[in-house]
């Protein structure tokens, strides 16, 4: 299953559909947040691109009363 939600996306969908393999895909995940980690260290320097700015977020959102954090958001388009 997979949802065409954009352009990557939808091509991911038209190369596996017009697939005629038995098994014509393996996807491995969802995989944890790699901020999971991060109450364990008084200064952290995030790294997001895309959607990764989620998870970066949360962290920043659950820790900027107790932590120093600086954030690298790395995005494709600055005007999107």
Partial sequence: FIAKAGDWTEKVHNKVSSTTT???VWI???FPSPYNSAVNYDN???VAA??????ALSA???YRDSRRINLIWAVRDVST
Avoid at 50 to 55: A, K
């Fill in 50 to 55: 895309g959607i990764g700015i989620t998870p």
């Fill in 60 to 62: 920043i959102e659950a």
């Fill in 44 to 46: 952290m320097i995030l």
């Fill in 28 to 30: 491995s995940g969802p």
């Fill in 22 to 24: 038995v098994r014509p």
